[in-house]
Each structure stands twice: as structure tokens, then as C-alpha cells.
């Protein structure tokens, strides 16, 4: 039973980890998409991204690409998304290596 529990945390670390590049990909993308005039990535996919365990990505995307640093919204729930991200995964990480 424990090992099935280590897995399942160790499935959520990397499904973490998955979710953050993904977002921080989508807001990559996004920003490419409203320099070259083609369709966009809507706000709320990109929201919803960052809700999903990609708070971080979003964070990074954010700053790296300089992309919805001006909307509010994104100023709101992007950074509280992050912190909720890393706790998350600081945790399960945690989890993890008392269990070693």
C-alpha cells in the first residue's frame, strides 16, 4: 500500500512538473500569436492552465515573454496560483522523501 501511495505522489510531482512547462509554453505561444496578428490563445485557457498546476509556468511565462503583465486578472491570480503550485509540490516532493 505504501509503495502505491508513493507512486501516486511521485505521478503528482511529475504531472506538476508537466503542467508548469505546458503553461509556460502556452503563454510562449500566445505572445507569438499577438505579435504575428494570427488567432490566440484565449485568456480564459490560459487561466485555466495556471489553475490547473501550471501557477508557476504561468508565473514564468508571464515574465520571460512579458505577456498579460498588464491585466489585471492575470496580476490578481497568477502569483496566488504560484504559490499554490509550489506548495503543492513542495509537498508531495516531501511526502516522497520521507518515505525513502
Known amino acids: 500500500m505504501q509503495e502505491y501511495i508513493r507512486m501516486i505522489e511521485m505521478i503528482g510531482i511529475l504531472f506538476i512538473g508537466l503542467m508548469n512547462v505546458y503553461t509556460c509554453y502556452l503563454y510562449y505561444r500566445d505572445k507569438q500569436y499577438s505579435r504575428t496578428g494570427?488567432?490566440?490563445i484565449s485568456e480564459?485557457?490560459?487561466l485555466q492552465a495556471s489553475f490547473l498546476f501550471g501557477g508557476l509556468?504561468?508565473?514564468?511565462?508571464?515574465r520571460f515573454f512579458r505577456h498579460k503583465t498588464k491585466h489585471r486578472k492575470f496580476?490578481?491570480?497568477?502569483?496566488i496560483t504560484a504559490v499554490f503550485t509550489v506548495?503543492?509540490?513542495a509537498w508531495l516532493v516531501s511526502e516522497v522523501l520521507q518515505s525513502i
Open 75 to 79: 496580476q490578481f491570480w497568477i502569483p
Open 38 to 40: 494570427q488567432y490566440r
Open 44 to 46: 480564459r485557457k490560459l
Open 87 to 89: 506548495g503543492v509540490w
Open 57 to 62: 509556468g504561468a508565473f514564468l511565462g508571464m
